[in-house]
């Protein structure tokens, strides 16, 4: 039987990509929506089973406060967060708050969907593998955390800094052209290269990484216009 829920993150693109994925898959999706801010009012408003929260940055203070108001308002809702390889900070802040489950970003939609099933029974849904990199921080703490979004924003150039931020958007390879007054072409050019940098083979892998990893919030294209 499938699961009845919401999807919220704060880029819009990625929480309509997991709908379509999970819809697919027999799972009745009630919303698809962003931002996460607005959670709360989705999961009051639909009542879902389940609701799969995305987030890029789990170890910021107040980021799971919307979890606290839903378990609150709908306690028997369970939330199951979706983010980028959390640090021991980040897991014990979304389990605090009231989280079943915690999935990492780069996990198949098999391993989403095993852990939505799991937190609508009721069961804690977080892979082992998670918990043990989590005791292993705690026990041994790296003097220097590694930023992965920093690491790959390194890569790229400025001109693909802005390609990826409109393929974050959305845009198309007409609409990137028109907006940096480029041609198609070349557009198309700098996107292929923006998926190769990357390591990953599709638009929507882009958006997602960049997006996990907090690259698009550290991401400051130039003014927009033809270079």
């Excluded at 003097?143 to 974050?168: C, F, I, Y």
Aim: proline share 7%; glycine share 8%.
């Amino acid at each position: 039987m499938g699961v009845r829920l919401v999807v919220v993150d704060d880029h819009r693109l990625l929480a309509e990509a997991l709908a379509s994925a999970l819809k697919l898959r027999g799972h009745r999706v009630l919303a698809a929506a962003a931002p996460v801010a607005g959670a709360a009012e989705l999961v009051v408003s639909r009542a879902p089973e389940v609701c799969l929260l995305g987030t890029a940055a789990p170890a910021e203070p107040g980021v799971f406060d919307v979890v606290v108001r839903i378990k609150r308002e709908r306690p028997q809702v369970a939330v199951v967060v979706l983010g980028p390889v959390p640090s021991p900070r980040g897991i014990a802040a979304a389990f605090a708050a009231g989280a079943s489950g915690y999935v990492r970003h780069d996990e198949r939609i098999e391993g989403v969907e095993r852990a939505l099933v799991k937190a609508r029974a009721g069961e804690s849904a977080v892979a082992p593998q998670l918990l043990q990199s989590a005791f292993a921080e705690l026990l041994h703490p790296s003097a220097q955390p590694d930023d992965e979004g920093q690491r790959l924003l390194r890569l790229l150039t400025q001109r693909e800094v802005e390609v990826l931020v409109r393929v974050a958007e959305g845009e198309d390879t007409r609409l990137i052209a028109a907006g940096m007054g480029i041609a198609p072409s070349t557009a198309r050019t700098h996107v292929q290269r923006v998926l190769m940098k990357l390591g990953v083979g599709s638009r929507l892998e882009a958006a997602a990484l960049a997006a996990r990893t907090g690259l698009l919030d550290r991401a400051v294209p130039g003014p927009r216009g033809p270079f």
